[in-house]
């Protein structure tokens, strides 16, 4: 038989591509059994304001840290989370996750908006709206703290059922944005007429060092959000050059390791405090 079949049995005895399916398939039971075990939890990373030194918010960003305690990156199951099912239990946890932390500040008098991450298989998962109506419902989030992030290709799916939802969603009352603005391929007239407050400008367009001439794409993007009346947030700011690159622009919102990392809930907590007593008028001035 495997003579029969030539090219295909070749590529099942490769070694390599054997080796990868159990690497997969491994990986595969063991996210499974980590959304069983709770083996995740969300790290937090500050969005701020440079011009008033206001703490705009704070993204929720999923680790899992396996019970040896090696902490392994979104890069490396979201996709294979999306493609066997795990995504939508797995979304659904970090949506109440983060809104039971965001509700805790609010609680505390210290309310901060967190945005949340949708992937594309949640966001069309039929009963998307009705989980994020629950869960602000059972937590007790003000909508207005939570912004869910959604990218730029999902919206340029099946464009009605997605205005449908997203219009459902601001119904609610949460903030809507789109991530890594700039890597899709966004019809413009389409982006004018959807319910988005916010674009976050994907880091790939900021300048790195010995490219600083080449802002001609950053100051369209920071443009074009600025006329669609959009917040504009600039991921992914490593350095004060970039800062002042993004600043020049017109862009005052950042979020990137020149400010802080993500960080757990009680070092965020830590962070916040000293941030605010940098600001001018803060409590350390
Ligand atoms: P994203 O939503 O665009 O998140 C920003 C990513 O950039 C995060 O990586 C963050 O740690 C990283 N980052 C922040 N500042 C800087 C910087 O200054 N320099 C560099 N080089 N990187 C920076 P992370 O946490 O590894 O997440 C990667 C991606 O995985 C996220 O990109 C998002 O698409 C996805 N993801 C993370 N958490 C979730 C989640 O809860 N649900 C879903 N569906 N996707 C998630
Ligand atoms: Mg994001
Ligand atoms: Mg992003
Ligand atoms: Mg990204």
Not at 267 to 277: I, S
Request: aromatic share 6%.
């Amino acid at each position: 038989r495997a003579k029969a079949d030539g090219r295909n049995c070749l590529r099942f005895y490769d070694p390599v591509m054997e080796r990868e399916l159990h690497g997969r398939q491994a990986l595969l039971q063991a996210l499974k059994q980590a959304v069983h075990d709770e083996q995740f939890t969300l790290v937090y990373q500050p969005q701020v304001n440079v011009q008033t030194g206001a703490l705009e918010g704070a993204e929720a960003l999923l680790r899992w840290t396996r019970t040896d305690g090696q902490v392994i990156a979104p890069a490396t199951f979201i996709t294979l989370a999306e493609q066997s099912g795990v995504m939508v239990p797995l979304g659904r946890w970090v949506l109440r996750d983060a809104c039971e932390q965001a509700a805790r500040w609010h609680r505390a008098g210290r309310g901060l908006r967190v945005a949340v991450n949708v992937s594309a298989v949640q966001f069309q998962d039929a009963g998307f709206v009705q989980s994020v109506r629950a869960t602000l419902c059972e937590t007790g989030l003000p909508a207005a703290l939570l912004e869910l992030e959604v990218t730029e290709s999902l919206l340029m799916q099946d464009v009605p059922r997605v205005q449908a939802v997203l219009r459902e969603l601001k119904a609610l009352g949460v903030r809507l944005a789109i991530d890594d603005f700039g890597t899709g391929y966004s019809s413009l007239s389409y982006l004018q007429v959807l319910p988005i407050d916010t674009l976050k400008i994907d880091r790939s367009f900021l300048p790195r060092p010995g490219e600083e001439a080449s802002q001609a794409v950053l100051r369209a993007v920071v443009g074009l959000g600025q006329a669609l009346h959009m917040q504009l947030v600039a991921e992914g700011v490593e350095t004060g050059e970039q800062r002042r690159a993004v600043q020049a622009l017109g862009c005052v919102v950042m979020q990137g390791f020149h400010f802080a990392r993500p960080m757990p809930v009680t070092a965020l907590e830590a962070w916040r405090d000293a941030w605010a007593g940098e600001q001018p008028g803060g409590p350390g001035a």
